[in-house]
């Protein structure tokens, strides 16, 4: 069966980077892309970007090009994000999801990775 | 950048319908999904491509889209869908989605 596994809880300060891992089995890593999408305390989804597991080819939320990478290790079917110059803001719970039938639903969740920024 | 509106909350009584909108500019023209969340728990895709249940969703969930609105129709609501809703459109390759709707099945 589909499984996206994520790596666990991080605190950081203010400024740091963070970089959150989603170990994907259970189906062809390179047929389908990764997303990204985040969740503050309390507030809605927000999507952050996704990348093509087939050739890397990434896309990213306006809000937050510039201050987010997505890559994957096809070798590894593993897929991270980092997150840099770190805020309280970014304080949030971090998914990676998965959509396979192609019309951008996310049939498929990790179970979410706990960012806390705090000084 | 594209904006979906859903109503903040909505409260029904157990065996009633509840019906959840999402709006949007020519939303009838995207597909439309949603998800379900409960507390501390990643979202769950309960609607997608406007109609279709993923397996094992009940079948009480059924979706329309048309026009400018997108709805989730729950029938004969029960106290395990109380929760928050959010709906998700896909424009341009990048995804949207509503501000969510928090559902209280009181």
């Known amino acids: 069966q589909v499984q996206l596994v994520q790596s666990g809880a991080e605190v950081k300060k203010p400024g740091a980077s963070v970089k959150i891992s989603c170990k994907a089995s259970g189906y062809i890593f390179t047929n389908h892309a990764i997303q990204w999408v985040r969740q503050a305390p309390g507030q809605r989804l927000e999507w952050m970007g996704w990348?093509?597991?087939?050739?890397?080819?990434?896309k990213y939320s306006e809000k937050y090009q510039g201050r987010v990478a997505i890559s994957r290790d096809t070798s590894a079917t593993t897929a991270y994000m980092e997150v840099s110059s770190l805020r309280s803001e970014d304080t949030a719970v971090y998914y990676c999801?998965?959509?396979?039938?192609?019309?951008?639903?996310?049939?498929?969740w990790g179970q979410g990775a706990l960012v806390t920024v705090s000084s | 950048s594209y904006e979906l509106t859903q109503p903040p909350s909505l409260s029904v009584s157990p065996g009633q319908t509840a019906s959840i909108t999402c709006s949007g500019h020519?939303?009838?023209?995207?597909?439309a999904c949603w998800y379900q969340q409960k507390p501390g728990q990643s979202p769950v895709l309960v609607i997608y491509q406007d109609t279709k249940r993923p397996s094992g969703i009940p079948e009480r969930f059924s979706g329309s889209n048309s026009g400018n609105t997108a709805s989730l129709t729950i029938s004969g609501t029960q106290a395990m869908d109380e929760g928050d809703y959010y709906c998700q459109a896909w424009d341009s390759n990048t995804v949207t989605f509503g501000g969510g709707t928090k559902l209280t099945v009181l």
């Open positions: 990348i093509n597991a087939a050739n890397g080819n990434t």
């Open positions: 020519k939303l009838g023209d995207k597909y």
């Open positions: 999801a998965l959509g396979t039938t192609g019309t951008g639903d996310l049939d498929y």
